[in-house]
């Protein structure tokens, strides 16, 4: 079965595209309501352009990629990728890699493929780079500011959730899972949302946003999720520019707060401890330590060696994906100390905050005061 996503508007991809063209270029590709796009806001440090280019030579990968255009901001490809059993399932599609012309190391890669050909083809090309992606954690803290933001912003424009998905905590006495999901269609006003997740003790994994204009009636909606990734439909001048500077700013932060955190040379040796702090006292019981432990255990390839539980809790913890190595330590109920060592890169770092907060309970990241 072979199913083809090519794109009609090839002016995404032409040669001189310059980055502020890039909102009105998308907004012509979206008057064509059947059409929605794909946008992977990502922090990387290495040259994005040349990982995506070698990949080519990986011979464990059916993709096909050739360049259609480049210059100093943008290279555009077109993709054949080949999946599933006995490779018989084929996408095609186009996609553009921007380097940001104001945030360091920050890279927008954007396409109208369809949502297979995002999911499979750039979902898998994403996996391959090496050294690897690390993914944005985006908190309903930080989903609650974002919006509040754009709401500032646009005071002309009614915004309403449409739908939203969320996360938290089974309470109830015997159950044999811990986290309970829940995917609501609504239509509430963004601070409705927050406050309705916070009176239950539930966090935000993503949110459907729609909005319009109070004057000319002009709509458009988008998805946001956890991982910095945008999903535009109706239309994009309104949103580009201003989620892909702000999510920017937020993951550029976040990126910079776990880097440089091991004992290495420019920190003298010493290593920067931090902790994930809960407004309660959530780790208060045997079993919730025991279901923290079972959570940082499920992080593939990885392992969790526990030196010590009682009085508190100490383990130490691999990340067999690049060599880091961190300690955790645990003293008091609503707080995860968090002590990295010789080795600890921003990927495993966020690979360990991302799973603690999805799969045990969403905190906020914070220095350890000593004081």
């Known amino acids: 079965m072979t199913q083809l996503l090519l794109l009609d508007d090839f002016s995404l991809y032409k040669k001189n595209l ?3 063209e890039i909102p009105e270029i998308l907004d012509t590709i979206l008057k064509d309501t059947s059409k ?3 946008i992977y806001l990502i922090v990387y440090e290495n040259d994005l352009w040349e990982k995506f280019e070698s990949l080519n030579e990986n011979k464990f990968l059916a993709l096909n990629l050739s360049i259609l255009s480049n210059n100093e901001s943008n290279h555009a490809y077109d993709i054949n990728y080949t999946f599933g059993r006995k490779y018989k399932t084929n996408v095609q599609g186009r996609l553009l890699l921007s380097k940001h012309p104001t945030i360091s190391n920050y ?17 898998q090309i994403l996996k391959s780079i090496r050294p690897r992606i690390s993914k944005a954690i985006i908190t309903t803290h930080q989903f609650e500011k974002i919006l509040s933001s754009f709401q500032s912003s646009q005071q002309a424009f009614n915004i309403r959730i449409r739908q939203f998905g969320q996360r938290g905590k089974i309470k109830s006495k015997g159950a044999t899972k811990d986290i309970e999901t829940d995917r609501k269609w609504t239509d509430l006003k963004p601070g409705e949302v927050f406050q309705e997740s916070r009176d239950i003790g539930h966090w935000i994994t993503d949110l459907s946003i729609e909005y ?56 003298n040796y010493i290593p920067r401890p931090f902790c994930i702090k809960y ?16 959570v940082i255990k499920s992080i593939p390839n990885t392992r969790l060696t526990s030196l010590h539980g009682n009085p508190y809790y100490h383990s130490v913890f691999i990340d067999y994906s ?30 360990l905050c991302s799973n603690i907060f999805y799969n045990f309970r969403e905190g906020e990241l914070k220095d ?3 004081g």
Do not use: M
Not at 109 to 121: H, P, Q, T, V, Y
Not at 246 to 256: K, P
Not at 279 to 294: P, V
């Open 18 to 20: 310059v980055f502020c």
């Open 36 to 38: 929605d796009i794909r």
């Open 107 to 123: 890279w927008i890669l954007i396409s109208d493929g369809g949502r297979l050909f995002c999911e499979k083809a750039i979902g």
């Open 212 to 267: 319009n204009s109070k004057s000319t009636g002009k709509t458009g909606q988008f998805k946001i999720d956890r991982e910095a990734t945008l999903i535009l439909r109706g239309e994009a001048l309104t949103t580009f520019n201003f989620f892909v500077q702000i999510i920017g700013d937020t993951i550029h932060e976040q990126y910079n707060y776990l880097n440089n955190r091991g004992k290495i040379p420019s920190n």
């Open 279 to 294: 407004d309660q006292d959530i780790i208060n019981t045997k079993e919730q330590i025991t279901k923290l432990i079972s």
């Open 322 to 351: 690049d060599g880091s190595v961190s300690e955790i330590l645990i003293f008091d109920q609503n707080t995860i100390n968090i002590l990295p060592q010789g080795k600890a890169s921003v990927r495993s770092l966020q690979r």
């Open 368 to 370: 350890i005061n000593y």
